[in-house]
Structure formats: C-alpha cells, structure tokens
C-alpha cells in the first residue's frame, strides 16, 4: 500500500495574500519613513544655522564685526559680505550632503544666515537666523516669511 505525502509549499493563493500584506505595509510605511527622514534633514540644517550662527559670533569677537565672514572664491577664506560662509567660520553637514546651501548676509552690525533647501528637500522652504537669534522657517514654501513662520516648530 502506498503512504501519501501531503505536498509541501506554499499555494499561489497564500503568496498573493503575503505579497498583498507586504503592499499594504509597504504603501503605509514609505510615507512615514519619507516624513521622518525629511524632518532629519530639517534638524540638520538647524543645527547647521546655530553652528554657522556661533562661528559668527565667534568671526566677530576676532575682527570686531561681521564684515567678511562669506567666501566667494571657494578657498574656504572670508572675502565678502555676502555669499557661503568661509570655511573658518563654519562646516555645514547639510551643505556637504547635497540637501541645503548655506548662505549668509553681512553687515558691521548684523548678520542673518540662510539655510535654502535643494534636491530631496527642495520643497521644504528656506530657513533663517539673525545675530538676535530670531528664527524663521517659510513653512508654505511661498517665498517670503508671513505670519506664523517666525520660529522654526512644525
């Protein structure tokens, strides 16, 4: 008499409900992650501002003003009023990973750094701080800071 094995394996009707599980978790779960990740990157471009603020502040106890603190020529060496922040003033993570430019506005009196989000995060809005420490963040990405975009929260 021959003993019958039950087959082993999976049905294709049991892979079509696992593969639609994955889909589901998947399509649930990209969303999330891309949101995390985009609120990272804001994070590090904040913590860029503060760390260029410092090297500001840092730029002005050694000359007296904020006066050439921006690099034009790219030798990492502060040549202007306007422009990327010299090297000796500060590295930006953001900047050297391709999600932001950092950009700083000079006078003897003030300065007012700027974070512009490009690639990935090119839709994210602009971010801004002063010698004061205000902050601002075009949350709506129109351009412009307007009413409710003076501090950098969600």
Not at 77 to 90: E, I, K, L, T, W
Request: glycine residues 10%; proline residues 3%; negative net charge.
């Amino acid at each position: 008499m021959a003993v019958s094995h039950p087959s082993a394996g999976f049905t294709l009707i049991e892979l079509l409900v696992a593969l639609a599980i994955l889909a589901i978790v998947a399509a649930v779960a990209m969303p999330i992650y891309s949101t995390y990740s985009d609120r990272s990157y804001r994070s590090e471009a904040q913590a860029d501002l503060l760390l260029c603020a410092q090297g500001m502040e840092r730029w002005a106890g050694t000359n007296f003003d904020y006066l050439g603190a921006a690099d034009t020529n790219g030798d990492g060496v502060g040549d202007a009023n306007a422009g990327n922040p010299a090297a000796q003033v500060c590295d930006p993570r953001s900047v050297d990973a391709g999600r932001y430019t950092l950009t700083v506005a000079a006078t003897a009196t003030t300065f007012t750094l700027r974070a512009t989000p490009i690639a990935q995060m090119a839709g994210d809005g602009f971010m801004t701080i002063d010698q004061a420490g205000a902050r601002a963040w075009d949350k709506n990405n129109n351009g412009s800071i307007g009413a409710g975009e003076d501090d950098w929260s969600e």
